[in-house]
């Protein structure tokens, strides 16, 4: 869902296609941890680099991504166990609609990007377990990043991760435990916890720099893109995707709104 044709076989990849691209110089290290079940997800990239230029006159992609037509009902998720620490329910991040029909959690993409300005390495993204809910609901990392589970709460939670079907680890989050992992492929994780079956959250990793989360407006924004013209994508988790052609002129900046349609997914 979030390459191109062209890599369409290595969005969710195979354990077989993994270890093919990790037969790449660099990668034994990542071969060593993909045994261990240390790394997170993996990128075929030998077949689609990502090349980090200097971006001097770069210009930016922004706008909203609202719903269309009617706003379906969300109703809190029921809690089933842990009341104590979690109350009966929890806030429902599944669709969060604010001002103006905005969509919040929804992630912008540029598709084609083979080159561009390098992404922010070794960056580390926090995914905390709090109040029975994961925290932030969805985010949006790079290859090369690195993500931490932690748990603040005071009882047991998990999370286990999967995408395309791979299952890519279950961790047992005791209170106060934080756990790190790689950011080695890209694709959609879905993240949940095994204790607590309300518990969901999505990571959407990229080769690239250039994503953006949605905020409570449905804004995005994604500066420093190269001159030139982009297909962009948005997902999100209930309402699906869309593309849409942009062209980014130096310096310039590019209006660019989504409208997804409630039940498309
Ligand atoms: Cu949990």
Known sequence: MFSSQRCRATRHPRPETVMSALQRPTGGLLAALAALGFVLFA????????????????????????????????????????????????????????????????????????????????????LDNKQCAFSPHVLAAAVGQWLVLKNTDSILHTADAISGGTTLFNIGLWPGREVRRPIAYTGIVHITCGVHPWMSAYVVVTDNPYHAVTDIYGDHQIDDVPPGTYEVRVWHELLGTAEKEVRVSPRGRSKLDFSLAAGKK
Do not use: F, M, W
Request: aromatic share 2%; charged share 20%; proline share 5%.
């Open 43 to 126: 990128n075929a990239a030998g077949v689609h680099a990502y090349e980090a230029i200097a971006v001097t006159d770069g210009g930016t992609i922004s706008g909203t991504v609202s719903i269309a037509g009617e706003v379906p009902e969300r109703k809190p998720l029921k809690v089933i166990k842990n009341h104590e620490v979690c109350g009966d329910q929890v806030p429902n991040d599944t669709l969060i609609v604010g001002p103006n029909k905005g969509v919040r959690y929804a992630v912008v993409t540029i598709e084609n990007i083979s080159k561009g300005r390098a992404s922010e390495i070794g960056e580390v993204h926090s």
